[in-house]
């Protein structure tokens, strides 16, 4: 063990490494998600399973993570334990919370020695009264944090408290991983690097100062009422392919499309004027003539004003990229739109082969491409003009039928 000697540390990992003979997992089914501090270390002597060593404070949330990942993605058999100090559990008390809340179906081992061992013996949220640290040298005066009483009232069903000396702590963490949803153990041991000379702190009286704060060692919570996380979101959003069948797939095309060329399109006008709205009629014109599109909108942060652009592409092949580098067609019908375009220098990339359908109201900055003007706010509105223009647009070429284009 790579633990000071006498460091409860080592007791842990023993009783962890029991349960885990008990179990008889296979050691592709374990995952041990360490946080920093001196537990950390538990990484390198468990080489047959996963490891992961995560950020100060957040292994609960990158274990929930990887717990849910296999749910949904992997075999759904993961074990993920997570092995945290109390320091790390002070800094990362919401990932815990939520972890709880969630009913996340990870095991915490949180390794409680009253202070943050690896940087100096620092007091942390567990920390005694009248605990003596180079950060309370008078002793500390904030009472600690029940965070077994916490978990609970998160909803938390497996919790327990447990010496690092008990004999039955490897059954209890063996009990913990094999419980089916959120599992707390809070293992209560000795820093003997820190804690144990200034306080006259010795194994024997690590439960008094424990019970002296109304804390309880033992089995505090231990049923199974609530169904875990990824269970209840796999029933609210199941994947794909059970959601549809294959033949349920794709939409049935209603118009016939001669396109053979993906097609970028970009469509700029004022904010309420429908341009986003245009951009997705023009996208339910596409597909219902079997072609695949993407629709990306921009605007200003105060939305009811400014400008207002959707990228549109189109295209008879699945679209794997959907930004657009010089659009194909620019269909620009208000001041607005046009000075953002001409910010983000979309006018002057355009080519001789590109095409650009603007307001006669407009004035055009110099450009290659192709122009076509016709004065759609004036004889339209401008609410409706970005949708005429995309008509427009839609009678001159061959994306797809205008019938499919509904206002
Ligand atoms: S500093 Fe404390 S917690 Fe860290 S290894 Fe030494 S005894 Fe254990
Ligand atoms: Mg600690």
């Known amino acids: 063990m790579p633990f000071c000697k006498g460091c409860g540390h080592s007791h842990v990992l023993r009783k962890m490494n029991e349960a885990l003979v008990q179990l008889q997992l296979p050691a592709s089914d374990v995952c041990l998600v360490t946080d920093i501090g001196c537990i950390g270390l538990a990484d390198a002597l468990f080489d047959s399973v996963h490891t992961v060593h995560t950020t100060h404070g957040r292994s609960s949330a990158f274990a929930t993570g990887i717990q849910i990942a296999d749910a949904l993605l992997g075999t759904g058999t993961l074990k993920t334990i997570v092995l945290i100090g109390d320091g790390g559990a002070m800094i990362g008390l919401q990932h815990l919370v939520n972890a709880a809340l969630m009913n996340a179906n990870i095991t915490v081992l949180l390794c409680n020695n009253f202070l943050f061992g690896m940087t100096g013996g620092q007091n942390s949220a567990f920390s005694p009264f009248a605990f003596v640290t180079p950060t309370t040298p008078r002793g500390n005066i904030v009472p600690p944090i ?37 599992a707390l153990v809070e293992i209560v041991e000795l820093c003997t690097e820190h804690a144990m000379e200034k306080n006259s702190l010795t194994g024997k009286s690590l439960a008094r100062i424990v019970e002296s704060h109304d804390q309880h060692f033992g089995m505090l919570t231990g049923s199974a009422t609530r169904s875990e996380f990824s269970e209840r979101y ?72 400014g400008f207002s652009i959707s990228e549109v592409i189109i295209s008879p ?29 979309t006018l002057s990339h355009l080519l001789p082969s590109s095409t650009v359908i603007l307001d006669s109201g407009l004035k055009l900055p110099p450009t290659n491409a192709q122009i076509f003007t016709y004065p759609f706010r004036k004889e339209y509105g401008a609410d409706k003009a970005a949708g005429r223009a995309v008509e427009f647009y839609l009678q001159m070429s061959s994306l797809f039928s205008p019938d499919s284009f509904h206002l």
């Open 146 to 182: 029940d965070m077994c009483r916490v978990l609970t009232d998160c909803g938390a069903e497996y919790v327990a408290r447990s010496l690092a000396t008990d004999k039955e702590l490897g059954t209890i963490i063996a009990s913990a991983i094999s419980h089916p949803g959120f």
């Open 234 to 305: 796999v029933d609210k959003y199941p994947p794909r392919s059970q959601e549809t069948s294959d033949n349920g797939k794709y939409l049935t095309p209603l118009f016939k499309s001669g396109l053979t060329n993906q097609v970028g399109i970009v469509i700029a006008g004022s904010a309420g004027e429908r341009v986003q709205s245009t951009a997705k009629k023009l996208c339910e014109g596409a597909m219902n003539s079997g072609l695949w599109c993407t629709q990306k909108n921009d605007n200003p942060v105060t939305q009811g004003s």
């Open 317 to 345: 092949n699945e679209i794997f990229y959907t930004g657009i580098e010089v659009p194909d067609v620019v269909i620009a019908v208000s001041e607005d739109g046009l000075r953002e375009l001409a910010e983000k220098q």
